[in-house]
């Protein structure tokens, strides 16, 4: 019987440290897991941003002679809404034809497609300084308007570059600027504006004029 009263006291004395050590560390457990949630949760909606500004953002290059291609993903990522292109190069009146686009033109829902045209891929320089034009003009978009942006750099002349993506997405509209000139010059005479507005077939192609020449834009429509 002592035995037993000296086996039973001692197993009290364990259960009583062990509860002391429990209701000690638990705190510091508590703090633990309230730490992971927390962090599990500021992951989740990291993760939840990052893949929305995939979704919303895409940035492609391309040679002059590569062809225009689309990966099956592009059409799952495709929302309801017209595809719209502006053609965007670094001056005041591209940037301007950009921002009367999206106050006067587009509406939720589309997807903008904005192209850039440079001499050379392989010169860093301007490969750099167009890809940060595009990021910028794109976090612009996406901070102002439920549109979805795709933007690609190509290698080549301009015009044919806007001409061939035209012909690829069948956009709505091409919008663009006057590249310094006046409205007419910039229709008639040998421009890249001139070229898109012949050969950009069948889309309408919307020549936006500086704002300070007080013109209105024009819009080529009679294509075949």
């Not at 709505?172 to 070229?195: D, F, H, K, N, P």
Request: aromatic share 8%; net charge positive; with cysteine.
């Amino acid at each position: 019987m002592a035995d037993k009263i000296v086996h039973q006291q001692a197993f009290d004395g364990l259960s009583r440290n062990h509860s002391s050590i429990t209701l000690q560390w638990r705190p510091v457990i508590v703090r633990w897991l309230y730490k992971l949630i927390l962090n599990t949760f500021f992951l989740h909606i990291q993760q939840h941003k990052q893949t929305r500004y995939k979704m919303s953002f895409r940035m492609q290059t391309l040679n002059e002679e590569e062809e225009y291609s689309w990966s099956q993903n592009d059409s799952l990522f495709r929302r309801p809404g017209r595809d719209i292109i502006i053609a965007v190069d670094h001056g005041p009146k591209s940037k301007h034809a950009f921002d009367w686009a999206l106050l006067h033109f587009c509406s939720a829902g589309d997807t903008l497609h904005l192209v850039h045209a440079v001499s050379s891929l392989k010169n860093n320089i301007v490969y750099e300084v167009s890809q940060a034009l595009m990021e910028k003009l794109s976090l612009q978009v996406l901070k102002v308007s439920s549109l979805k942006v795709v933007t690609r750099i190509v290698e080549g002349d301009a015009g044919k570059a806007i001409c061939k993506e035209a012909e690829k997405v069948k956009p709505v509209a091409v919008i663009m600027g006057t590249r310094g000139r006046s409205l007419m010059q910039s229709v008639l005479q040998g421009s890249v504006s001139e070229y898109c507005f012949h050969n950009c077939k069948p889309t309408p192609v919307i020549i936006v004029p500086g704002p300070e020449s007080g013109e209105e834009s024009v819009v080529s429509l009679d294509k075949k």
